[in-house]
């Protein structure tokens, strides 16, 4: 039966008996339907003397087309400890449009380890994303305005920060002339397309945690330079309330079910290759306040997910993880072994590919919090191959749990529940960051190089270097470091898997996104707005009008 059908079939609980779980009124929240509701930031400022639940990290290592089924195993893993009587909620990021209709298909989870309801989530939800997508088009229409009427401060048309965004992958829009057309087509200028959820707004409305912070972060992005090489800010540009108004409700986090009934948050959207790849603060600590657990599924591998969960996110927040969950299939080890076949058992290739797990293990404790492997089982794993992975945690001294949540849901998380709950019970995470904000620039892009991705190396391109020049001169270099990179590999060529020794990473350029606050580093060739594959999703969905039933959703 395929994760579809499987929706299709549950009954799902009225929201309102999701919310009494974890201490929610009708009053506490705003129903959106019989199935969603946003829970009011009311919630927080009402809860918050009490102590934060426990917070569990879901990362995994270096994704491939193996698939690793994180999102399944962060699900799975909340339904588990529901099965336990232990309260708790899952925390999520909302899906965006591109990759549901692209390579990847949706982010709901799978199986019986799934939240719901899964076309509304996959499908629009409540909007939050058009309401950034709406925002960020906003600064930007006003922006070319600003420039057609020549107003002060008179913008540099050659060094624009901004693009416009659509939630949508569409490879002729990256490199795009704008304003043609005459007298009153606008300036000319060259500028391009972003995915909604690589932009500054989206980082934003994953970082609000208040209406006043979000208007506040909104006010200081920075747009553009001026003819004079001053930084503009949207604020200067007189927009910044309109764009608050039109994302009022979006920050409010998202509550829906998973597949078991237990409560889980769907709520912010940043790619965690482009952007910071993580669910919202709003939502991560509304439900440390309400629940004793928390599972929280920050993007791809540790490598990048989980070290700017570390180092933004939980900067940003003032919160820290109490134990990392690190999802691993054996499929994907394979590939990292470097198999061309991945369904088949290959011994051999789960040995050399290991090391990828090894790697990201290490980039885990470099934190200071303890991990745990979970070992994602699928159809035609090998016992040896599965066997050979346990004993290799072991002597390692990793706490190891084989997962069958797919397939199971709870009940095939419940070995992974219980070694999660023996490591909160016995060893104290000590929690630190990489890197000291106060350190240059350059020296923060060479610690996450070196010590998450193993580089020998940091290469500065010319433009790299100028852009870092113009931040000193911005007075912003002691912000967070946000590295654009390929998820596929611990280097910037996503052909290299594995555990890659004796590279470097070359950083093409830097930008200040001033608002979320933190600074971008592209590394290598990387795109902001992807683009469809030969075989996109699109090509399966359809809607049966006679039922109204949505087919081919994954």
Same mark, same amino acid.
């Not at 549950?10 to 919310?19: C, D, Q, S, T």
């Not at 996104?513 to 090509?539: D, H, Q, R």
């Given at each position: 039966?395929?994760?579809?059908?499987?929706?299709?079939?549950?009954?799902?609980?009225?929201?309102?008996?999701?919310?009494?779980?974890?201490?929610?009124?009708?009053?506490?929240?705003?129903?959106?339907?019989?199935?969603?509701?946003?829970?009011?930031?009311?919630?927080?400022?009402?809860?918050?003397?009490?102590?934060?639940?426990?917070?569990?990290?879901?990362?995994?290592?270096?994704?491939?087309?193996?698939?690793?089924?994180?999102?399944?195993?962060?699900?799975?893993?909340?339904?588990?400890?529901?099965?336990?009587?232990?309260?708790?909620?899952?925390?999520?990021?909302?899906?965006?449009?591109?990759?549901?209709?692209?390579?990847?298909?949706?982010?709901?989870?799978?199986?019986?380890?799934?939240?719901?309801?899964?076309?509304?989530?996959?499908?629009?939800?409540?909007?939050? /994303?058009?309401? %950034?997508?709406?925002?960020?088009?906003?600064?930007?229409?006003? /922006?070319?305005?600003?420039?057609?009427?020549?107003?002060?401060?008179?913008?540099?048309?050659?060094?624009?920060?901004?693009?416009?965004?659509?939630?949508?992958?569409?490879? #002729?829009?990256?490199?795009?002339?704008?304003?043609?057309?005459?007298? $009153?087509?606008?300036?000319?200028?060259?500028?391009?397309?972003?995915?909604?959820?690589?932009?500054? $707004?989206?980082?934003?409305?994953?970082?609000? $945690?208040?209406?006043?912070?979000?208007?506040?972060?909104?006010?200081?992005?920075?747009?553009?330079?001026?003819?004079?090489?001053?930084?503009?800010?949207?604020?200067?540009?007189?927009?910044?309330?309109?764009?608050?108004?039109?994302?009022?409700?979006?920050?409010? #986090?998202?509550?829906?079910?998973?597949?078991?009934?237990?409560?889980?948050?769907?709520?912010?959207?940043?790619?965690?290759?482009?952007?910071?790849?993580?669910?919202?603060?709003?939502?991560?600590?509304?439900?440390?306040?309400?629940?004793?657990?928390?599972?929280?599924? #920050?993007?791809?591998?540790?490598?990048?997910?989980?070290?700017?969960?570390?180092?933004?996110?939980?900067?940003?927040?003032?919160?820290?993880?109490?134990?990392?969950?690190?999802?691993?299939?054996?499929?994907? /080890?394979?590939?990292?072994?470097?198999?061309?076949?991945?369904?088949?058992?290959?011994?051999?290739?789960?040995?050399?590919?290991?090391?990828?797990?090894?790697?990201?293990?290490?980039?885990?404790?470099?934190?200071?919090?303890?991990?745990?492997?979970?070992?994602?089982?699928?159809?035609?794993?090998?016992?040896?191959?599965?066997?050979?992975?346990?004993?290799?945690?072991?002597?390692?001294?990793?706490?190891?749990?084989?997962?069958?949540?797919?397939?199971?849901?709870?009940?095939?998380?419940?070995?992974?529940?219980?070694?999660?709950?023996?490591?909160?019970? $016995?060893?104290?995470?000590?929690?630190?960051?990489?890197?000291?904000?106060?350190?240059?620039?350059?020296?923060?892009?060479?610690?996450?190089?070196?010590?998450?991705?193993?580089?020998?190396?940091?290469?500065?391109?010319?433009?790299?270097?100028?852009?870092?020049?113009?931040?000193?001169?911005?007075?912003?270099?002691?912000?967070?470091?946000?590295?654009?990179?390929?998820?596929?590999?611990?280097?910037?060529?996503?052909?290299?898997?594995?555990?890659?020794?004796?590279?470097?990473?070359?950083?093409?350029?830097?930008?200040?996104?001033?608002?979320?606050?933190?600074?971008?580093?592209?590394?290598?060739?990387?795109?902001?707005? #992807?683009?469809?594959?030969?075989?996109?999703?699109?090509?399966?969905?359809?809607?049966?009008?006679?039922?109204?039933? %949505?087919?081919? /959703?994954?």
């Amino acid at each position: 039966m395929s994760s579809l059908e499987i929706a299709k079939k549950a009954k799902l609980k009225p929201i309102v008996e999701i919310a009494r779980k974890i201490g929610l009124t009708e009053d506490d929240i705003e129903l959106y339907g019989k199935y969603k509701a946003k829970v009011k930031l009311e919630v927080y400022e009402k809860n918050r003397d009490k102590p934060d639940g426990k917070l569990i990290v879901v990362t995994a290592v270096t994704p491939t087309k193996a698939g690793e089924g994180k999102t399944t195993v962060a699900i799975g893993l909340g339904e588990a400890l529901g099965r336990l009587n232990l309260k708790n909620i899952v925390v999520l990021r909302q899906p965006s449009l591109g990759p549901v209709f692209g390579i990847k298909g949706g982010a709901t989870g799978g199986g019986y380890a799934q939240v719901l309801p899964m076309e509304d989530i996959n499908i629009h939800f409540t909007g939050d /994303l058009h309401a %950034v997508t709406v925002a960020h088009d906003l600064l930007n229409a006003v /922006l070319d305005n600003h420039i057609y009427r020549g107003y002060e401060p008179k913008i540099d048309i050659h060094n624009i920060y901004i693009k416009r965004v659509l939630d949508m992958e569409d490879r #002729p829009l990256r490199h795009i002339v704008i304003g043609l057309g005459g007298r $009153t087509g606008g300036i000319p200028r060259e500028t391009g397309f972003e995915i909604t959820t690589a932009c500054e $707004t989206a980082a934003i409305h994953a970082l609000a $945690t208040s209406l006043k912070d979000l208007k506040e972060r909104l006010g200081n992005i920075t747009v553009a330079l001026s003819t004079d090489r001053k930084p503009v800010k949207a604020k200067d540009l007189k927009c910044v309330g309109a764009m608050t108004v039109v994302m009022k409700d979006s920050i409010k #986090p998202n509550l829906v079910q998973t597949l078991e009934g237990t409560p889980a948050f769907v709520h912010g959207g940043p790619f965690a290759n482009v952007g910071h790849g993580c669910p919202s603060l709003m939502a991560i600590k509304i439900a440390l306040k309400l629940a004793d657990y928390v599972v929280v599924e #920050p993007g791809f591998g540790a490598d990048l997910g989980f070290e700017k969960f570390c180092d933004i996110a939980c900067r940003a927040g003032n919160i820290k993880p109490d134990v990392a969950v690190i999802v691993a299939s054996i499929k994907a /080890l394979r590939s990292h072994g470097g198999a061309k076949e991945h369904d088949n058992p290959n011994l051999e290739a789960v040995k050399k590919g290991i090391e990828n797990l090894e790697k990201q293990i290490e980039n885990v404790e470099k934190f200071g919090v303890p991990a745990v492997v979970a070992i994602n089982k699928f159809q035609n794993d090998a016992d040896e191959e599965i066997k050979f992975v346990k004993e290799w945690c072991e002597k390692k001294g990793v706490p190891v749990a084989v997962v069958e949540v797919f397939q199971k849901g709870g009940e095939g998380g419940i070995e992974l529940a219980r070694k999660v709950l023996e490591v909160l019970e $016995t060893k104290k995470a000590d929690f630190k960051f990489l890197y000291d904000l106060k350190l240059p620039v350059e020296e923060k892009i060479k610690i996450i190089a070196k010590e998450m991705y193993g580089a020998d190396d940091v290469i500065f391109t010319d433009e790299a270097k100028r852009d870092i020049r113009r931040i000193k001169r911005m007075k912003v270099a002691d912000l967070p470091i946000n590295m654009a990179k390929t998820p596929l590999s611990l280097t910037d060529d996503p052909k290299k898997v594995g555990r890659p020794r004796g590279f470097k990473i070359t950083i093409t350029n830097v930008k200040p996104f001033t608002g979320a606050g933190f600074l971008v580093a592209y590394c290598g060739e990387i795109n902001t707005l #992807p683009a469809l594959p030969s075989k996109p999703a699109v090509w399966n969905i359809d809607l049966d009008v006679e039922t109204g039933e %949505v087919i081919g /959703l994954r």
